[in-house]
């Protein structure tokens, strides 16, 4: 079967680093991608990791590795906005191509 | 500005009775998609849409329907069937196969009365 794990739950504190953790088991494998969504509200594109190695954007960098079926996503200077869940997301590639979501990690940010 | 739309935002539904969720979108994407959100559990997908005209089913459609009659519009009816419809529903589209990026709309809380 298709399984893709995160911690349910991560606090931390204003202007700390953070890494939330995806690892996932799924035969066939296209990319991860990386979700933020605030509470009550749409989740929106982070970043897409396709071949081993680490992209950063800003405050914001994910790392893939693909023969551990691994990824981080880490979070610099944090600030308040940043509390909401991450969403881990494998692009399947098989008979079925599909998109599957990880059940997302809550960050809390404390001042 | 491009982007998704669904309406409404809160939707309440009566034992037996069907209702339909809107999604429009004017990013030009060929694929829609219904996922359904719960508490502790991640997106899980109904229906999704990679060309007009056909639709296919996802993971948990039943007591679901859909039609994509035009590009731009993917609606959702719950019907009586689902049995347990109180959830978050989200819309995505994307420019086509499943390694594209889905941008997700606002999002319709449904609640049963």
């Known amino acids: 079967g298709q399984n893709i794990d995160q911690p349910t739950e991560m606090t931390a504190t204003e202007g700390a680093i953070v890494q939330i953790n995806c690892t996932y088991q799924t035969s066939g494998f296209n990319g991860l991608f990386w979700y933020q969504q605030h509470a009550g509200e749409a989740p929106t594109f982070l970043s897409y990791?396709?071949?081993?190695g680490l992209e950063e954007k800003g405050r914001f960098s994910s790392f893939l590795s693909r023969s551990k079926g691994y990824s981080y996503l880490l979070l610099k200077e944090l600030q308040m906005k940043d509390s909401a869940s991450y969403l881990c997301a494998v692009s399947l590639r098989g008979n079925t191509d599909k998109l599957i979501f990880g059940t997302g990690t809550r960050l809390q940010v404390f001042p | 500005d491009g982007g998704i739309t669904q309406s409404p935002k809160y939707l309440f539904r009566k034992e037996g009775q069907n209702v339909t969720l809107s999604c429009e979108q004017n990013l030009n994407h060929d694929a829609m998609y219904w996922y359904r959100q719960d508490p502790g559990q991640g997106l899980r997908l109904i229906y999704y849409s990679q060309i007009v005209n056909d639709f296919q089913k996802g993971d948990i459609a039943e007591g679901y329907s859909v039609s994509r009659e035009k590009k731009e519009s993917f609606p959702l009816t719950v019907t009586s069937a689902q049995k347990n419809p109180t959830a978050f529903y989200l819309c995505?589209?994307?420019?086509?196969?499943?390694?594209?990026?889905?941008?997700f709309g606002p999002g319709t809380r449904l609640l049963v009365l």
């Open positions: 990791n396709v071949l081993d």
């Open positions: 995505a589209s994307s420019q086509g196969s499943w390694k594209e990026t889905q941008y």
